[in-house]
């Protein structure tokens, strides 16, 4: 990279953040903006209630008509009063409702929410539903209509019957299990001459208003995901951020979750929930206490005879890798459901390391008992303990290029000419292949070490196992640790500071000065110049990153700083134990010892002489025929 080429890149930077901060609202404008944004949302709401109404009403007046038959099919279970039934065991609390016939309400037992409250309420009547719907040849069955009779009531199984004309039902049956999984199956009886000779598919209809759980809306919504699973395997989501309603998923699936961060709401059907699902995901507004709308629309088995009945299972629970592969073992369906997607362990490569390195070294580190602060900082120097083979090893060519300077400027000084950079290059390749020294080597660990800190940017704010833990001044480490907020949300920043996402920022700078300043070290003519312009670039990333993580868990802020220290304390120790002047009597014994066995170059340093020697034909081409033009 020449000195016009950071110069412009500097430039585009520079214009980038100008124009930004140029075309930033005025408060004027926002003050407009915030009026006309009330003045939709209110209109939007008016809208809403509108159609709300007119669904109510029209619902109503089917219900109405259907009351007055009183030959219909379940004219006795039409009307009621709704009866609160409780499953519990010591994981969950279900709130189930006769009218309808479902769960109403979920309470996660010993997961705090927001407010400090000891249990987490995951939703209520007011958040979520969930109807079963049957085409009859004549009239529609909605479970969400009829009133159920309870029986066989323990804490954990109930029986819901929808009673009938001439002997039929509709059977619900509830068992929930040692842990999160509520087992349901649903069977008709007597009602096989209701529906068409073909009919075999019951439809579903579930919807969630996802509460929001966790401090930080705008962290959380990132990993707030409509998520469901193909039968033939694999697993995919609706967009986090754009507004999907009625997406069609034409592949088959057999499982679909309503997930924020750190809990799911799942729905796993026995055969599955057919091809040509509708799913719908609508991002809530910051301060509304919601994150998603959530919707879908799927089908499952249904058999009218009543010989079979239609199963699924529900998960209501923490997102928990180790605990989710558990209840999948519990399920009596035996699927491969890979319900451990649901913790979001990054792409490919980086989920490869996650599964198989850190979930490991994490089980391993939280087995002993510790404190989640304490194992950032363990599970950080046993990364740098693993990595420090190469982290030396890349160290040890900077120190031999460092010594070997003054030795290259010389070599190469009579190369000063920007057409002479080719032959530069190869004679410092050259005398660098007569010294044993190899500039690549220095690049190894870099492409080691970037995927780990990729893999923890995934691994860290998926980890529930940090939320709600403390360290030092840090109350909760599966979000943001502000030391001041305020109420409106300030451009680019938001509406506080996090003090570790400042400190990684800190040491961001203290280690990158160090970096480029041990590259200054080997850097030769105009290489040494160039490295002045990318000091720049050191300051603006720690600014850019700050924009980036000021929203981000201070537990990945915490674990970031603590890299660059451990990194920065390793490269000041290396420093400090080489002695160069040794360093150098082991690079001229080498050199002396390929000068007396001559070995054939290879490697990077052929490719640039076979280059050089390619220009100068060319070279020699040209000067040829511009001879013959004279």
């Known amino acids: 990279m020449d000195k016009n080429t950071i110069i412009g890149f500097v430039l585009i930077a520079a214009l980038l953040i100008g124009f930004s901060w140029y075309t930033q609202p005025s408060e004027e404008d926002i003050a407009k903006q915030r009026m006309q944004d009330s003045i939709t949302a209110l209109a939007k709401k008016k809208a809403e209630e509108s159609r709300n109404a007119e669904a109510q009403a029209s619902n109503q007046n089917a219900q109405n008509n259907v009351n007055a038959d009183t030959t219909a099919v379940f004219y006795k279970s039409l009307s009621g009063k709704a009866q609160n039934i409780i499953l519990k065991n010591s994981k969950l609390e279900l709130t189930l409702s006769t009218k309808g016939g479902t769960v109403e309400k979920a309470v996660i037992k010993d997961f705090k929410d927001n407010k400090g409250n000891k249990d987490l309420t995951l939703f209520d009547s007011k958040d979520q539903s969930l109807k079963f719907m049957l085409e009859g040849k004549e009239t529609n069955i909605i479970t969400s209509d009829l009133y159920f009779t309870p029986s066989n009531i323990t804490d954990s199984t109930v029986t819901m019957t929808a009673v009938g004309s001439n002997g039929r039902s509709l059977v619900m049956n509830y068992k929930l299990g040692k842990n999160y999984l509520l087992h349901f199956s649903l069977k008709a009886n007597g009602m096989s001459g209701l529906f068409s000779p073909n009919y075999n598919k019951l439809d579903i209809e579930w919807t969630d208003h996802c509460r929001q759980q966790e401090k930080g809306f ?5 990993y707030a995901s409509l998520t469901y699973h193909f039968t033939d395997g694999g697993t995919d989501y609706i967009s986090e951020t754009s507004e ?3 997406e069609k998923i034409e592949d088959a699936i057999d499982w679909v979750a309503f997930k924020n961060q750190f809990f799911s709401a799942v729905m796993i059907a026995k055969d599955d929930l057919g091809t040509n699902s509708l799913m719908t995901s609508i991002p809530q507004e910051k301060g509304s206490g919601y994150l998603k709308q959530y919707g879908a629309k799927v089908k499952t088995s249904f058999d009218p005879t009543g010989n079979n009945s239609t199963e699924l299972e529900f998960y209501y629970g923490p997102n928990d890798f180790r605990l989710l592969q558990k209840i999948e073992k519990e399920s009596t369906f035996n699927k491969d459901l890979e319900l451990h997607r649901l913790v979001y362990l990054g792409w490919p490569l980086f ?3 996650n599964r198989w390195f850190t979930l490991y070294v994490f089980d391993w580190l939280t087995g002993l008992n510790i404190n989640m602060g304490i194992f950032l900082i363990l599970i ?14 890349s160290y040890m060519s900077s120190a031999k290029m460092r010594v070997l300077k003054p030795k290259l400027e010389e070599a190469t000084k009579q190369y000063n000419k920007p057409e002479d950079q080719m032959q530069k290059q190869q004679a410092m390749m050259a005398l660098y292949a007569k010294y044993g020294v190899s500039p690549l080597s220095g690049c190894l660990p870099m492409l080691i070490q970037m995927p780990i800190w990729i893999a923890m940017f995934n691994f860290v704010p998926n980890a529930i196992q940090l939320r709600g833990e403390s360290f030092l001044w840090i109350s ?7 030391i001041i907020e305020w109420h409106n949300n300030i451009w680019l920043i938001g509406d506080h500071l996090s003090l570790t996402c400042i400190l990684f920022c800190v040491a961001n700078v203290l280690y990158s000065i160090m970096t480029i300043r041990q590259q200054k070290d080997q850097m030769v003519g105009a290489q040494a110049e160039q490295m002045k312009m990318m000091q720049w670039m050191t300051y603006l990333m720690p600014v850019m990153f ?3 993580f000021n929203d981000y868990s201070s537990g990945l802020n915490f674990y970031y700083f603590v890299s660059l220290f451990f990194s920065a304390a390793i490269m000041w120790t290396l420093r400090k ?5 040794k360093l150098l009597s082991i690079l001229e014994a080498r050199y002396q010892e390929n000068k007396n066995n001559p070995k054939k170059i290879s490697g990077l340093a052929a490719r640039l002489e076979a280059m050089q020697k ?4 060319l070279k020699r081409q040209r000067e040829a025929q511009d001879k013959m033009r004279k």
């Open 614 to 617: 390619q220009a100068e034909e």
């Open 577 to 581: 134990t080489t002695n160069d002047e």
């Open 476 to 482: 909760d480490l599966s979000t943001y640790d502000p």
């Open 218 to 222: 705008t962290f959380e919504n990132r």
């Open 546 to 548: 700050f924009f980036m």
């Open 351 to 353: 989920r490869i390391i």
């Open 244 to 246: 999907k309603v009625d």
């Open 380 to 393: 950080t120097l046993l990364l740098k303990v693993i990595t420090y083979p190469l982290v030396k090893k």
